[in-house]
């Protein structure tokens, strides 16, 4: 992962910038399934590397496929970004380790679903149980944002309007 | 076109398959990983790689943007829907256990019912974004035909 995070910074070329951004996010799925996260690492795999990868691509091929290049070496944002990856690292020092039975995380309600959105909810996959029912509010929320994403890429690029216009003008050309 | 024969003959076989297992996704993430956001992608996936193979104006024909538009809407009505279903029943807003005589089964149909919602939604709203990035100008379509 850090390799092709490294390449993805050094490359010029879009396109395999588009592809390497698919690798890592297949990576990480792959990290997901290593810590048994398997309905995070499937929704990763499908919309990081699937969906965001044809996306990308589309923009690439609407936009330009090459970065422009910068003469000046920009150090402040470099500064910037060590920075705040430093403060991320120190934050990690105080999480309880992996797997420890008594991390805050395990101690709240997360027993109380394991022990009883059998008898409450029903499905054994206790993930959609607490995604659908014990947080349904906050799937709903989900839900809603996705529907304002598509909305709002309706709005902004109008419905591919210039499209149909261009079908349009070219039927009657012919 | 015929340097993507091999592409469009493995898609064939693929896009059914593909669809399939969205399905098989949707209906068993009670039991397996998976579950109505993942669903909706694999579906939309589906539709994405077939409208890459054969055209945007192929696929427009198969789905058309204002089917997409309606279920984008629909889904969300449908888990919203549910909710309210809830509160007429006597519950509380998105509260399953009411909407059976069986609190069980009323959770697993309230389940299944936004995790449809859910995946209707997203399986359209990836389809929508698609069509409207490949329906600009210089999509890719365009450049071809």
């Given at each position: 992962m850090a390799v092709t995070a490294v390449a993805l910074a050094w490359l010029r070329n879009l396109f395999a910038v588009v592809m390497l951004s698919g690798i890592f996010t297949l990576t990480a799925a792959v990290v997901y399934v290593v810590m048994d996260a398997v309905d995070v690492a499937f929704t990763e795999a499908a919309v990081g590397a699937g969906i965001a990868t044809v996306l990308m691509l589309g923009s690439l091929v609407l936009t330009t496929a090459e970065e422009k290049v910068q003469?000046?070496?920009?150090f402040g944002p470099l500064a910037m970004v060590v920075l705040t990856g430093a403060v991320l690292v120190y934050g990690t020092l105080d999480m309880p380790f992996?797997?420890?039975?008594?991390?805050p995380a395990h101690g709240h309600v997360a027993p109380r679903y394991i022990r009883d959105s059998g008898r409450e909810?029903?499905?054994?996959n206790i993930v959609t149980s607490v995604l659908a029912s014990y947080r349904g509010y906050d799937t709903l929320g989900e839900v809603f944002v996705i529907f304002t994403a598509a909305a709002g890429v309706i709005v902004l690029m109008g419905r591919g309007r210039r499209y149909r216009g261009r079908e349009r003008r070219d039927a009657e050309r012919s | 076109m015929s340097h993507i024969a091999v592409l469009r003959v493995v898609s064939k076989l693929l896009i059914p398959v593909i669809l399939l297992f969205a399905l098989y996704v949707q209906f068993h993430g009670d039991f397996g990983p998976g579950g109505g956001f993942q669903a909706g992608v694999i579906f939309g996936s589906g539709f994405i790689l077939y409208a890459l193979i054969f055209g945007t104006a192929v696929a427009r024909r198969v789905v058309p943007a204002a089917i997409t538009r309606i279920a984008l809407a629909a889904g969300v009505l449908l888990y919203g829907g549910v909710g309210v279903a809830g509160i007429v029943l006597?519950?509380?807003?998105?509260?399953?256990?009411?909407?059976?005589?069986?609190a069980l089964a009323g959770q697993h149909l309230g389940i299944a019912l936004i995790e449809f919602g859910v995946g209707l939604t997203v399986a359209a709203a990836m389809i929508t974004i698609f069509y409207v990035f490949a329906g600009q100008d210089r999509g890719p379509e365009d450049a071809e035909q």
């Open positions: 003469p000046r070496r920009a992996y797997g420890d039975p008594s991390a909810v029903g499905p054994p | 006597g519950g509380q807003y998105l509260d399953y256990s009411v909407l059976a005589d069986d």
